[in-house]
Nanobody
């Protein structure tokens, strides 16, 4: 069974740093775009950062210059280094990935979510 396994969340002070990691668990044929979304109570889930299979990143304006997303295509994993964090970065962060199985079918997968809290 294919799953996205997230790690690295927690509590950090304003101005501090955290790194989120996400790895694909299970057997797959290939990966497409992968990324991180976040959600706070009462708001829609929003894109934070994404990266193509070729390594081209895309960031929301709110995190540009502070967050860096990277991927390891051998490990089918992505990391997101979050620097100069702000209280408004507090959210549940979800890993997202477009994956292909061995029959060539593509599907979008979501992780279970990981809480990041930035204290002021």
């Amino acid at each position: 069974q294919v799953q996205l396994v997230e790690s690295g969340g927690g509590l950090v002070q304003s101005g501090g740093s955290l790194t989120l990691s996400c790895v694909v668990s299970g057997s797959i044929f290939g990966t497409g775009d992968m990324g991180w979304y976040r959600q706070t109570p009462g708001k829609e889930r929003e894109l934070v950062a994404a990266i193509t299979s070729g390594g081209v990143p895309n960031y929301s304006d709110s995190v540009k210059g502070r967050f860096t997303i990277s991927r390891d295509n051998v490990k089918n994993a992505i990391d997101m280094q979050m620097n100069t964090m702000k209280p408004e970065d507090t959210a549940v962060y979800y890993c997202n990935a477009n994956l292909w199985n061995w029959t060539g079918d593509g599907m979008t997968y979501w992780g279970k979510g990981i809480l990041v809290t930035v204290s002021s």
